[in-house]
């Protein structure tokens, strides 16, 4: 058995490698450290040589080592010399002088209170572990247990810490001098907790290590500009109490009710703030000794969860009576403690409460507690020490993440500096007028570390854009809508995604007599690195001509509606593919371009006044007035036939007011489609030709008919089905269809001023013609939401279906809706990086996702676990405005995520 054999004056002192491993665990090359140790050897020979045996030998990088040896050995031969006993438990000093730019997180001098440092977030220098040099280290962090001046330094209390994983005692002088007496006796009567002792001493020695070495810049590597460093100690300084029923995490479903009763003195806006990211709260701020203040909570604490905080202020016996009387009127079964600061506080509490206990009560503090009450982080840590008979030393109950946390961005990899980019592309794009305003959300391993709102409404800056306002989703609405409707009915086993459309109908009755056959040509062109098996994409094609890196193809069919050729044979794959071979085009023009019709068959007749009538074919009111007609210089006979003619055609359609029954699918306040051309809509659809080949025509008819089927299956429509199935259980609050009945009109952000055929401003009326004249709900579009919403459903569907410890989708379903179809370079309903689609250059391929004619989009990488939303009203106050577009402003969003990865 190899060992190494440490001399220590004449006395020999053997160690196997094993038992050393135990000792330092510092055991590195020797050419790393060959010259360091001779010249110290050299130095201190009064005390120590070193043996280095086949290659290995032990890291004197520092005099401490020495010093810890000759005192330990003196120890084992029952300490003949009284010198200060250096144990390694308590380095006051020694460590804190390396870490103070830890803003005095890792020493608490401002808390009075036990609190402690979870393993691997120390400092920053640790992290260097992960580093090719570093390979062999395997340095885990260190743990700190810092004892408040109360606390009584007994054997107990020692040898609870000597067999825990914290790795320093931090003491006063007081406790120091306690501790070294009782460590002595300690030792006496059992010198194998020698071998506790050098456990927690290996860890100190390491980080000495890095410290010395010259190939790293302690000083920046220590910095905490960020508050990174910060942040992970108090993240890893949480640990729960007592958890009865595992009522923690909390549901955030929108069925749960929360009161927060606020017994701090502190305004807690940071708090408040966090927690409405999961849910909608109820605030109490009591005045525990007024008990007018808490017994008008008698009835509102029976009904919902009750979250009860405290914070780290010094209370008397008074305060926690008052506390414990409120507490009688809680249900055990529905409340919980938060204690921000002093972990004594406990001991005032009843037994079995459910208590979450914060290191402090900074804003930090203060954010991550909502985190932990819903499920943000991991908690793994354990009770420093024992409070009561429930509340004891080392016992842990660990929580583990199941929802979206909200930290800062360098904690999920990215540099806030780079991210702020985004900034610049935002102000960038409302400054050059793409956009009055807009959101931007970024999840990263999913961890929010971006989302915000910018700029305005509108451009006249009356109201500006906050986090809960809602868009308009325009074509997102076919993948945060009807596609994951579709993978739910697929998970729930309620469909095949091979049935045919007519399955989902009993209305398949169709006029074939009024289609005549007709002819399409479709070209197109397509990225040859793109297209993974030619044979697949090719097949059927009629014509190709193919260069070095793009090809051109041509593509004839024929459309003609027969019993074995129509809408209701077609697979419902087809139709998420938008491969279905439908003519790509709802039956609405007839509603929308009435006016162009008119003017069309009026110069017909009156061909001498062809000027004069264009001039007024697109007036963007819906009367034109008799001064704008008579300075025409028109007939008479034309003059007082054209209001009247415009208007009978149009009220033949629409009604100004919402008559029951009769005229009441809104498509403005003061519009309203008669009820029987909703239904006339239903048959024109059915009777749409079909194309003789299924080439890819993206299509907002195929996620319509989609969405029908999928309405007739359920027997409810999709926006009740994605509230009760999807919306409601994720705790979404911010996302509905025909928001006006949920929302405040003031929160919803206008889109288009509508001066071709609805005449105004559209807000919280959805702007797509074919969704607007289908009553505000179809699969294509009509779905609003703001970003954070957008962003919790798209993580869930980046979990796999998971989330919030549920499943909504079948992982495999997602898979399989997530894959790159060879024939259409898209997935089932999302579409995919490719030559027509906006997304970022740094996107990989496996990235899904949609856009929205609006100025939305939403990407999903599942390379990266990244999640990217941006919401705008581009279209505001006309759709003419491509400015979007041609600034890549979606894009280059995208890319700047990328950037600050990198």
């Known amino acids: ?467 809960n306002d809602l868009y308009d989703l325009a074509s997102v609405t076919k993948i945060a809508a009807t596609t994951i409707v579709t993978m739910k009915m697929l998970s729930d086993s309620l469909i095949n995604i091979n049935d045919n459309l007519g399955k989902f109908f009993k209305d398949t009755h169709i006029d074939y007599t009024r289609i005549k056959p007709d002819t399409i040509i479709k070209i197109d062109t397509f990225f040859t690195k793109t297209i993974l098996d030619f044979k697949v994409f090719l097949k059927d094609k009629d014509t190709l001509n193919i260069n070095d890196s793009a090809f051109v193809v041509i593509d004839t069919a024929i459309f003609k509606l027969t019993p074995k050729r129509n809408i209701f044979k077609v697979k419902l794959v087809d139709l998420l593919k938008h491969k279905s071979g439908i003519l790509p085009v709802m039956p609405i023009f007839r509603y929308i371009y009435y006016r162009q019709k008119y003017f069309k068959q009026l110069i017909g007749t009156y061909k001498g006044f062809k000027k004069e009538l264009a001039k007024i074919i697109n007036y963007p009111q819906f009367e034109i007035p008799d001064s704008v007609i008579t300075e025409l210089r028109l007939p008479d006979s034309l003059q007082q036939l054209l209001n009247k003619q415009l208007q009978d055609i149009y009220f033949g359609y629409f009604s100004k007011t919402n008559i029951k029954d009769t005229s009441d699918i809104a498509l403005t306040g003061s519009l309203f489609l008669k009820n029987k051309y909703f239904d006339t809509i239903w048959n024109e659809t059915k009777q749409l030709p079909v194309y003789s080949r299924k080439f890819k025509e993206y299509s907002d008819v195929n996620m319509i008919l989609l969405q029908m089927a999928m309405d007739s299956l359920n027997n409810m429509s999709i926006d009740k089905y994605l509230k009760k199935n999807i919306f409601s259980p994720l705790g979404l609050k911010n996302i509905s269809y025909l928001p006006l009945k949920y929302f405040n009109k003031n929160r919803i952000i206008p889109t288009e001023n509508d001066n071709s055929w609805r005449y105004g401003l559209l807000q919280g009326y959805v702007h797509d013609p074919s969704s607007a004249l289908l009553g505000g709900i179809a699969g294509n579009a009509g779905l609003y939401s703001n970003a954070h919403d957008l962003g919790v459903l798209f993580q869930m569907i980046l979990n796999g279906g998971h989330y919030g410890g549920s499943e909504y989708i079948s992982r495999d379903i997602i898979k399989q809706f997530t894959h790159r179809f060879d024939d259409t370079q898209r997935g089932l309903g999302f579409d995919m990086p490719n030559r027509k689609a906006i997304v970022g250059s740094k996107a990989s391929e496996n990235t899904y996702g949609h856009s929205g004619y609006t100025g939305t989009c939403v990407w999903i990488d599942p390379e990266t676990e990244l999640v990217y939303v941006f919401l705008s009203n581009r279209n505001h106050p006309s759709s003419k405005n491509w400015k979007i577009i041609n600034y890549h402003i979606r894009e280059r969003i995208h890319d700047a995520i990328y950037e600050a990865m990198e």
């Open 1 to 467: 058995e190899k060992k190494i054999e440490l001399l220590i004056s004449e006395n020999h002192f053997l160690v196997d490698c094993n038992d050393y491993n135990m000792i330092t665990d510092t055991v590195f090359l020797e050419e790393h450290f060959q010259d360091y140790i001779r010249k110290n050897s050299s130095e201190l020979s009064g005390f120590y040589s070193y043996y280095p045996a086949k290659s290995k030998l032990v890291d004197f990088s520092d005099s401490l080592f020495f010093n810890f040896l000759r005192k330990r050995y003196q120890f084992t031969n029952h300490i003949f010399q009284k010198k200060a006993l250096f144990t390694g438990l308590y380095y006051p000093d020694y460590l804190l002088n390396q870490i103070y730019e830890i803003n005095d997180t890792a020493k608490y001098s401002y808390h009075n209170q036990y609190s402690f440092l979870k393993k691997k977030v120390a400092l920053h220098i640790f992290e260097f572990t992960q580093k090719e040099e570093f390979k062999d280290i395997n340095y885990d962090g260190l743990t700190i247990l810092k004892a408040n001046s109360s606390v009584v330094i007994t054997n107990n209390f020692i040898n609870q810490f000597l067999h825990s994983h914290f790795s320093i005692l931090d003491l006063n002088q007081e406790q120091k001098k306690t501790f070294q007496k009782i460590i002595k006796y300690l030792l006496k009567k059992n010198p194998t907790i020698n071998r506790d002792i050098d456990l927690k001493i290996r860890k100190i020695l390491k980080a000495n290590y890095w410290k010395k070495d010259q190939a790293i810049n302690i000083e920046s590597q220590l910095s905490d500009s960020t508050g990174l460093i910060n942040y992970k100690l108090k993240e890893k300084s949480i640990f729960i109490v007592y958890n009865a029923d595992s009522i923690l995490p909390l549901e955030n479903s929108n069925d749960n009710k929360y009161n927060i009763i606020w017994t701090s003195d502190k305004a807690g806006k940071q708090f408040l703030k966090m927690f409405k990211n999961y849910a909608p709260y109820y605030l109490y701020k009591t005045e525990l000794y007024n008990e007018k203040s808490f017994s008008k909570l008698n009835y509102t604490v029976t009904k919902r969860t009750n979250i009860i905080v405290v914070d780290n202020q010094i209370r008397d016996t008074s305060y926690f009576n008052k506390l414990n009387k409120l507490l009688e009127f809680c249900p055990r079964n529905k409340t919980i403690i938060i204690n921000f600061g002093l972990f004594d506080n406990l001991k005032n509490f009843p037994d079995s409460l459910r208590i979450i206990q914060m290191p402090g009560s900074s804003e930090t503090d203060f954010s991550l507690a909502p985190q932990v009450l819903f499920g943000g982080i991991n908690i793994s840590s354990q009770v420093p020490y024992t409070l009561s008979q429930l509340i004891k030393f080392a016992h842990k109950t660990e929580l583990k993440a199941n929802r979206l946390s909200y930290p800062m961005a360098e904690m999920a990899g990215l540099n806030a500096q780079k991210l702020s980019k985004i900034d610049k592309i935002v102000y960038e794009g409302i400054s050059r007028g793409a956009f009055p305003g807009c959101q931007v959300y970024v999840a990263k391993n999913g961890k929010v570390i971006y989302n915000k709102s910018f700029g305005y409404h509108t451009y006249s800056k009356k109201r500006r854009v906050k986090p």
